[in-house]
């Protein structure tokens, strides 16, 4: 297995015994378990968890091996050389009937009202090994609390979560995993004894960003989830394979729909190690209601007089035809462009950039809705960073691990979950360095909180140090020190307010790991100096080696991000592509191309009149929302797709309705650039349709066909995807332009936008489960801060940049303690990016108390 | 100063040389530093640190032939060996004083009235295995031992017995004095460890055994009270000596705690291979049962060990004689039954402690210690059916050997020894519904 804990014991690589007279070799630190599973032997269990620690607690594993006096228990005991186990014998079967027994003893049997039933381990294993009846005389234990009116003992533990402790088997999986897996303690064991029951931790719910895997891993019905119980019985759906929509590593899942309602009851994982490890973020496994929630967009509208009417697909597309073809002739088709969503399956987003280039002989589009200023072309540093390549799974086996500039937990929650691994089940060093406190820190070895506005100074401090300490052997390593200032490393750690002693330790870390992981994130892509810190970080890799000996890459973010650079979606692809498109296409349009904030600035000047928008809301997400409205109000004519109405719907001539990738067949990219098949699970509720049959649909009016066939298309893509986007690494050393930060007077605080850990985007506000978490805005602050503010928890409070205000309830933050806010920018009913401004590095705010 | 009021043999030990756990232990003075040294204290200490080797101190246990007095009898030297000696991890040294068993309570007397001595045998422990922070893991309710070692400690900082540098030697040793969970199951290695450190105190299935990953994964040795009390002497007087007590093969003394139906309940110092006999009815020591009445049985070594009949107390307490009598030497708490205790009633209360302790982990414990407990209520209470002693028997079986920590064997193997012993009386209960013996004696 590839995460076993103990490695290091030496000798040969792999032990052989025999099981129930067969001879299996396994590699040394396999389980008895293990082993026999690896030859199809089965052996009952229940505490047992490919992803959690062993821990021998419920006893249904036992093998007989000879030379031990007593039954074993398979899943703990390490297979060795020449032990001969059986699985079967009578003694094995009496210890596991005795161990079923005891299980029972107070177990409810309350199969036929259990939710569990039909996909219960315990239900199984007594049909296939149980007695058929009770030695057990007396009344069963029953939990009671005071507050119970009914004789079940339902207990609803978390906001998606039911706990009946009559029917737990005190496996301990949910705890294990709480903690091993997540670093979570909002679940716990209480009491001793055969009263030892589950529960929510003393004033707390069960509301961490991972807690549907509690449920999902519970072998009976002691953990159910409100969005599945009691709706349907397990064998009457059926399961889609499926990847998430809403990560960038592109979690895989299963949905569990019925086909006549045409209905999603729930998702569960679908294990692969490479990705997930079967593990889901609750945002992965509730999201599912961003399609089946009942506020779906159900027509095509149109404006009419101002107003927005329903309409019919003909009408619609006729008037798109009309209006398109207007802006065309009148001001050419360069004056048209569009903006598509990031997490669009690879068919619709190349759909998307074929239409607009061929149709239009348009080069204005992009698939970057919430960063400011992103660079349109590849020839700069921070995009060579962003296209290295990088595996979810190299994580693990990494011994240093540095996660910079981003904040796991919000943005990457699965490799939050791997970086957690590393170090609990290989001891790797993890360091983590940004501008404010975060979660990833409880595993570190060192949390580096530099100065806001500082990110390129640590970097660059980070090779001072190993230059001052002589710690890499790079060979032109003397040249770096022109090229950054400051140039000792006393002063950059001065500057960014980390102690130097610290960041040697960092520094030596970095020359010593044999395989280093280095993670940059959100906070490097949002930035709008991003070009200036990615240039400190090609330096950094070039004075360690990281990439030779490791991975490095600043992440992508949503789930088909690294699809639209693959296929081409932004204005300026990287040449290579260029090339192939070129080919493809017999000819590429050699028109102006904008990235969005130069579409935007370029509607608001009406030199842009027609635009097209898939699956985006700039509205919502862009900074400086009057700017984007005001941009977008200036246009001649807007079309937008979405699956709701939207704050971007709202200002469009004609609204679309969007199939939600549950909805259709679709490809996509993660983020190490794996490709991933999602099936279609449900058909397109109400009028909706898939993305790349609106393009099509909307190319034949102007009677331009995008593809002869679908299979054209996908050969197209195939051959898109085949061209290595990977950008090489700068020659030297570079230049590390010194940043120019606006202070404004009067706004102390710097404010960072971020997801709530269950949220993303701006979708998930319509999945229930995932409003039951968290359902408003807030704005999260270090206690320290609050209190110089004189404000608590749940104070209303005013936050205000000089461009704009909104009224948000306090957090205290368990993390924080710098002066920093958060504010998560997923709910309408607080737009925090109308606080925002374009340019700014950083965002200033300052807030007060609202009187009541 | 407080003394919990207990008997010792205090006296015994101040005129009889061999007998050097008890030799202060009703000075009540020894608790202070200066005295302690006065005594002699802490010399044991200097030698070992100031003039041999790590190596050697485990040598000279090992050779002392000193065994575990926590209940499990592990040769001491032998398990101090175990911690791996490349490892670059910090090594740990745990003094197990969570002292819960019931009829146990010697810990206690020497954390109260000689806690020095335990800070000295800790410290020549830590040094033996290369630790520089060890832990004294005190049972929640012992409040005064809990304040005893905790003074003691600042007295032995400001003596530089503790703390950096010691004697010149550029050896730095700390002392943590935790006060434990409150639970039974903590005295258990490693729930202990798991408590120690911020967790809900459950076993851990071994291996990996605590020497190589215990305390927060670092190689641990715990080790009880009085095993670490003894090895100053061990130290200072030598291995060979400390051979000359006891027997050929359990070298050395034990504290006995005497409890149940006797008429001097206390804690005695005696060599191993004493006779449990002459432990119950010599004057200097139980003096008799009281009442005079008859001994229905007694449990040797703390209520995890088997029975002993009436008829088989002609029998010398150490390791091996137990274990040829059937029975185990444990924690060396001597509990005595006189012919009016109901054993039904006995087992009662010893699986009622079980089911209550147990610490929830696995399946058998957990859910037999309360199956067992409440057929047993049953029968008790009169409700026994026929083929309940068989039921017993099974779900006994079903549990023994077959859990994770041995809090599981030692539920059951008393109530297997009692079945063994007086299965008339149990068969008893069951036809007649009421107790063979006339009275429910409350034991005090
Ligand atoms: C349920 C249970 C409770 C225990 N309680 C104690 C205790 O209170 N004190 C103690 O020293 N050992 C106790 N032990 C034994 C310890 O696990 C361990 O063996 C002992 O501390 C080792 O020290 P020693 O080698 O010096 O005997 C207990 C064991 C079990 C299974
Ligand atoms: S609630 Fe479920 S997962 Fe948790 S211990 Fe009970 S049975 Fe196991
Ligand atoms: S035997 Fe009992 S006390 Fe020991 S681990 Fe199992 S349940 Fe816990
Ligand atoms: S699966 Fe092995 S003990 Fe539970």
Redesign the interface.
């Known amino acids: 297995m590839a995460d076993k804990q103990n490695p290091e014991t030496g000798g040969q690589a792999t032990v052989t015994l025999t099981i129930d007279g067969l001879t299996v070799t396994v590699p040394r630190g396999y389980t008895v378990l293990e082993a026999a599973r690896s030859i199809g032997i089965n052996i009952p269990t229940f505490c047992w968890h490919p992803k959690l620690k062993p821990v021998g607690a419920c006893r249904i594993c036992y093998v007989e091996i000879e030379k031990f006096p007593k039954l074993q228990v398979s899943c703990a005991t390490v297979a060795m050389d020449g032990m001969v186990v059986h699985t079967n014998t009578d003694q094995v079967k009496n210890g596991r009937r005795a161990v079923l027994e005891f299980i029972l003893l107070n177990h409810p049997l309350d199969c036929p009202t259990c939710d569990k039933g039909g996909e219960c381990d315990l239900q199984n294993l007594t049909f296939a090994h149980g007695l058929d009846d009770s030695r057990f005389a007396f009344q069963k234990y029953r939990f009671v609390d005071d507050d119970m009116t009914t004789t079940f003992d339902d207990k609803r533990i978390g906001p998606e979560i039911i706990l009946n402790r009559n029917r737990c088997i005190l496996c301990y999986k949910c705890v294990r995993a709480n903690k091993e897996a997540f670093g979570e303690y909002d679940l716990g064991a209480y009491e001793r004894g055969n009263i030892t029951e589950i529960n929510a931790a003393p004033g707390r719910q069960v509301a961490n960003p991972f807690s549907g895997n509690l449920v999902e891993i519970c072998p009976v019905g002691a953990l159910t989830n409100t969005d599945w119980r009691y709706k349907i019985r397990v064998w009457l759906t059926k399961t889609t394979p499926s990847i998430c929509n809403f990560s960038s590593s592109g979690t895989n899942i299963l949905f569990y729909k019925e086909d006549h309602k045409n209905k999603i009851y729930r998702v569960t994982s679908r294990r692969n190690d490479d990705i997930d490890d079967g593990w889901l973020a609750d945002i992965t496994r509730y999201s599912y209601q961003v399609i089946t929630s009942d506020e779906r967009l159900i027509k095509p509208l149109i404006k009419k007089e101002g107003k927005q009417v329903p309409a019919t697909w003909e009408e619609a597309l006729e008037v798109i035809k009309k209006r398109l073809n207007e802006i065309k002739d009148k001001k050419g088709g360069v004056c048209i462009g569009g903006l598509a969503s990031p997490s669009l399956d690879n068919a619709s987003l190349y759909s998307f950039a074929k239409f607009l280039r061929r149709t239009f002989n348009s080069n204005k589009l992009d698939y970057r809705q919430d960063y400011r200023m992103l660079p349109k072309d590849t020839a700069n540093n921070y995009s060579i960073l962003a296209s290295q390549p990088f595996k979810i799974a190299g994580i693990d086996d990494s011994d240093v691990i540095v996660t910079f500039a981003t904040d796991l937990l919000r943005e990457h929650q699965n490799e939050y979950l791997r970086v957690r691994k590393a170090f609990n089940f290989k001891k790797a060093r993890i360091f983590v360095a940004n501008p404010y406190a975060v979660k990833t820190a409880d595993v570190a070895e060192l949390e580096m909180v530099y100065k806001v506005g500082t990110d390129e100074i640590f970097i660059n401090a980070v090779c001072l140090a190993a230059l001052e300490e002589n710690l890499v052997a790079c060979p032109d390593r003397a040249d770096l020190k022109k090229k950054i200032k400051p140039s000792s490393l006393k002063d950059a750690a001065e500057q960014c307010g980390v102690a130097p002693e610290t960041i040697k330790i960092m520094a030596r870390a970095l020359a010593e790991g044999k395989k280093v992981t280095f993670i940059a994130g959100e906070l490097l892509t949002r930035c709008r100096d991003r070009e200036i810190i990615a240039s400190a970080l090609c330096n950094l890799n070039r004075l360690f080696g990281l990439n030779r000996k490791g991975q490095i890459a600043v992440l992508a973010r949503y789930a088909n991000s690294m699809g639209a650079v693959k296929l081409g979606i932004s204005p300026e692809p990287v040449p290579a592509l260029k090339k192939e498109l070129e080919k493809i296409w017999s000819g590429l349009p050699d028109t102006e191309a904008y990235n969005t904030d130069t579409m935007l600035v370029h509607m608001k000047k009406e030199e842009i009149n027609g635009f097209i928008i898939m699956g985006a809301n700039p509205v919502m997400l862009y900074p400086d929302r009057e700017f984007v409205k005001e941009s977008l109000e200036k246009l001649d004519f807007l079309v937008v797709c979405d699956l709701y109405e939207t704050e971007t719907t709202a200002l469009a001539d004609v609204v679309l309705p969007l199939a939600g990738w549950a909805e259709y067949a679709g490809d996509y990219i993660n983020l190490e650039g794996c490709r991933q098949h999602a099936e279609q699970a449900l058909k397109p509720r109400f009028e909706a349709y898939p993305g790349y049959e609106i393009l099509e649909m909307i190319a034949d009016k102007f009677e331009k066909k995008l593809f002869s066939s679908t299979e054209e298309r996908e050969s197209e893509i195939d051959r898109l995807l085949k061209v290595d986007t990977t950008l090489p690494w700068p020659d030297g050393f570079v230049e590390v332009k010194t940043a120019e930060i606006e202070i404004e007077k009067d706004y102390p605080l710097a404010l960072f936008l971020c997801d709530d850990p269950h949220h993303c985007g701006h979708l998930t506000e319509k999945a229930n489960s995932l409003v039951n978490f968290c359902g408003e805005a807030y704005i999260e602050m270090a206690e320290e801060q609050a209190r110089a503010y004189n404000l608590n928890e749940g104070d209303s409070v005013r936050l205000e940049s000089p461009i704009g205000k909104i009224i948000v309830p306090l957090k205290i933050s368990e993390h924080l303690d710098n002066q920093v806010v958060l504010v998560p920018r997923n709910f309408t009913s607080h737009p925090v990016t109308s606080l925002l401004m374009r340019k700014r590095r950083i965002d200033w705010v300052r807030i007060s108390k609202v009187a009541e | 100063m407080f003394y919990s009021p207990v008997i010792t043999n205090a006296a015994e030990a101040v005129k009889n040389e061999k007998l050097h756990l008890f030799r202060f232990v009703e000075d009540s003075e020894q608790v202070k530093i200066g005295t302690y040294e006065a005594h002699g204290g802490y010399q044991a200490w200097k030698k070992a640190l100031t003039s041999m080797q790590p190596a050697q101190i485990v040598e000279e246990v090992k050779k002392s032939g000193l065994r575990g007095r926590g209940g499990a009898g592990f040769p001491t030297g032998m398990k101090w060996s175990f911690i791996p000696k490349d490892s670059p991890k910090p090594r740990y040294l745990i003094c197990n004083a969570d002292e819960s068993e019931p009829g146990t309570c010697k810990d206690r007397v020497l954390m109260e009235r000689d806690p020095h001595a335990v800070i000295e045998g800790m410290a020549i422990a830590a040094y033996a295995i290369g630790c520089h922070r060890m832990f004294i893991y005190i049972r929640g309710e012992f409040n005064h031992s809990i304040i005893r070692l905790e003074t003691a400690v600042k007295e032995a900082y400001a003596h530089k017995h503790l703390g950096k540098n010691i004697y010149g030697t550029g050896y730095d040793l700390d002392m943590v004095v935790h006060s434990g969970g409150g ?1 039974y ?1 903590c005295g258990e290695e490693t729930a202990l460890l798991n408590s120690l450190e911020g967790e ?1 105190g ?1 076993s ?2 071994r ?1 990996p055994f605590p020497a190589i990953e215990g305390l927060y994964a670092c190689p641990t040795i715990v080790n009880n009270v009085e095993t670490l009390a003894s090895v100053p002497h061990i130290i200072n007087r030598g291995a060979d000596w400390y051979r000359t007590l006891g027997t050929e093969k359990s070298s050395g003394t034990k504290i006995f705690s005497l409890s149940g139906h006797v008429k001097r309940p206390g804690n005695y110092e005696v060599e191993l291979g004493f006779n449990l006999k002459k432990l119950i009815y010599d004057p200097a020591y139980g003096g008799g049962i009281l009442g005079d009445k008859k001994i229905k049985g007694v449990i040797p070594g703390g209520s995890s060990t088997p029975f002993l009949k009436a008829d088989m107390l002609d029998v010398n307490l150490d390791y091996e004689s137990l274990a040829q009598a059937g029975s185990m030497l444990g924690s060396g708490a001597v509990i005595v039954f006189h012919e009016d205790t109901c054993i039904v009633w006995v087992i009662l209360k010893l699986i009622h402690f079980y ?10 414990c ?6 067992l407990e ?1 057929i047993i209520g049953r029968i008790e209470a009169g409700g026994g ?1 026929p083929g309940d002693i068989e ?1 017993i028997e099974d779900v006994c079986g ?1 549990i023994l ?4 920590c041995p809090l599981g064997d030692a539920a059951v193997m008393p109530i297997q020894s009692a079945i063994k012993h007086w299965r008339d009386e149990w068969q008893f209960h069951i036809d007649n519904k009421k107790c063979m013996v006339k009275t429910n004696f409350e034991f005090r």
């Open positions: 639970a199951i809900r459950m851990r299935i291996p089911r209550h302790e147990s610490c929830g982990k696995c399946t058998p957990r859910e037999g210690t309360g199956w409440q059916k039921l079903n050997g077959r859990t994770i």
